[in-house]
Structures are given as structure tokens and as C-alpha cells.
């Protein structure tokens, strides 16, 4: 999500928006596209760079128009290329996963994953940007993984600091001692944002620590997903969905995942808009 928007929603009424999916894919008839994307030949120089990563980050503006179609055509061509393919999605939390579960093997509706999943409460974005990509993922039976925190840990957090959890609130999220606060770059950036709505706000400020907390929080929750599912099928690749600023300059998640796993899982980043800064991903995807 978008940081800026973290920070409007923190100092008003906060609404931070976050199982295994495996799937066995021998034996089974691969769904194809009807139609297939054009792309041009930037995109395709991309493509082929993208299917030597292990883990694909991709990075959104969740209210941008058009996003879904583009992770769509990028998901697709990749698809092609290895069919053991995950897609992780900030734009569900982790309790949703044994719902996303029922959806993929047909037990449940796209109508009743909306419901259960409580999407419009927990995300807010537009559920039909990314229909199209769940209706791809259970026609070819690829897992979804379900990735952020739930919204009651990362209030409370915002609210009260990490010292405030406890118990049950560990449920699905790591360890204290797993959440690094110490990239004085990311603390930085968010910093500049949180500001823009909190004018005299510090570095120091309680209130800035416990909201880069639960920003750091959020990232740490999905790595630590990401991380556990290329641990237990690793011969899968892995294409994550979130907002470009759990990507930009790896800050958010790519850094913490390669902390668990290690350089051999190579990863890639790529920005979705022509406006984003080519020092911060490893690649800006042009729209065609």
C-alpha cells in the first residue's frame, strides 16, 4: 500500500490493510489464455529476465487503473515458461488463506471469497483488478498465498508499539526479535511520507516509531510467508503482488526474504508505472 495513504489512515481512523496453497501439478491439464498478450519488445526483453528469478516482485498503485491486466499478461508469459508458479498477494491477510484455499479447489465461489475474505473491509481496492487473477490461478490450479498481517495486529501495533503484542497476536506474524527496525534508508522514506500529514513529527517521536513499526511489521509478515513457502517448494517460482512501497530500493520485503533464505534464491523487482525511479527496481514496466 501505498505509504502516504498509511499515514493519512494512522492519524485518523486507522485501517491498515493483510496455510499453504499447494498444488500438485503433475497429471493435470493446463489451462491456457484464450487470448494472449502483445507484448512489446522492452516487455519481452523483461520477461526473459524475469523467468531466471526464483521469487518476481512486482510492484503496484493499488488505485491505479489497469495494474491488474498488466500482472495478468506478466503472470501469463511466465506461466508459460514454469508451470509451478505461486502467486503471493498483499491484497489478502493471513487469516484468509484456508478460504483462498476452498476457492482454488472449487469448494467456494469468487462471491463467497469476496464474503469470507472480508475484502472490501480489509483491503478496500477494487476486487474486480484482480478477479481476472484469481479465475487464471484456479483454472490452472496455482497456489495463492495469502500474505499480510491481519488488521488487528497492525492497528495495535500503530496504536500501542510492538511491545504491546502479545499471546494469540503472534498467531500470524514473526517473532520480535525477526522484526528489523535498523534500515535508517527505509526509516527515512517513510519518515518524509509520514510528514506530509504530521508536519512536526521526529524521527524520534513515539508516535513515528510505533507507525514505522507497524509498517516494518507488515513487511516483515510477508517475507517471512514468501520465505516459508520457497523453503518447503522450491521448485516453484514465485510471483508477489504488493504495493510498490514494500518494493522500492528492496527495503520492504525483497531484503527481508533474501535475510531468511540467502543469495542462492536470486529474486527480481519490477515497478508497474513509467514514472517510477530506475535506481530503485531492477526494472519499469512500459505499458504497451
Do not use: C
Request: hydrophobic share 40%; no cysteine.
Amino acid at each position: 500500500m501505498n505509504i502516504r495513504r498509511i499515514a493519512a489512515l494512522l492519524l485518523g481512523v486507522i485501517v491498515i490493510v493483510i496455510g499453504n496453497a499447494f498444488f500438485s501439478i503433475r497429471d493435470r491439464t493446463i489451462a491456457v489464455p484464450a487470448t494472449k498478450t502483445e507484448f512489446t519488445v522492452q516487455q519481452r526483453e523483461i520477461i526473459e529476465q524475469l523467468q531466471t528469478a526464483k521469487i518476481v516482485y512486482v510492484g503496484e498503485i493499488h488505485d491505479r487503473t489497469g495494474e491488474g491486466k498488466q500482472q495478468l499478461g506478466i503472470i501469463q508469459a511466465l506461466f508459460q515458461h514454469q508451470p509451478r508458479l505461486a502467486i503471493g498477494m498483499e491484497m489478502f491477510q493471513r487469516p484468509a488463506q484456508p478460504f483462498l484455499d476452498r476457492y482454488l479447489a472449487g469448494k467456494i465461489t469468487e462471491v463467497e471469497l469476496r464474503q469470507q475474505t472480508e475484502f472490501d473491509l480489509r483491503w478496500g481496492y477494487s476486487w474486480e483488478n484482480y478477479l481476472p487473477l484469481l479465475k487464471f490461478a484456479k483454472a490452472n490450479r496455482l497456489p495463492v498465498i495469502a500474505l499480510n498481517t491481519p488488521t488487528e495486529i497492525t492497528r495495535k501495533v500503530a496504536k500501542q508499539g510492538l511491545e504491546s503484542l502479545e499471546g494469540q497476536d503472534f498467531q500470524y506474524i514473526p517473532p520480535i526479535d525477526l522484526i528489523d527496525l535498523s534500515n535508517t534508508q527505509y526509516q527515512a522514506r517513510i519518515l518524509a511520507s509520514y510528514q506530509e500529514h504530521a508536519k512536526n513529527a521526529s524521527i524520534n517521536s513515539k508516535s513515528f516509531h510505533r507507525f514505522y513499526a507497524a509498517q516494518v511489521l507488515w513487511d516483515e509478515t510477508m517475507a517471512a510467508r514468501i520465505a516459508d513457502f520457497v523453503t518447503q517448494q522450491p521448485d516453484y517460482q514465485v510471483i508477489v503482488l504488493a504495493g510498490q512501497a514494500h518494493i522500492l530500493y528492496g527495503h520492504g520485503i525483497p531484503d527481508r526474504v533474501r535475510r531468511r533464505l540467502g543469495p542462492q534464491f536470486t529474486a527480481k523487482t519490477l515497478i508497474l508505472h513509467p514514472d517510477g525511479n530506475a535506481n530503485s527496481t531492477d526494472f519499469i514496466w512500459h505499458r504497451n
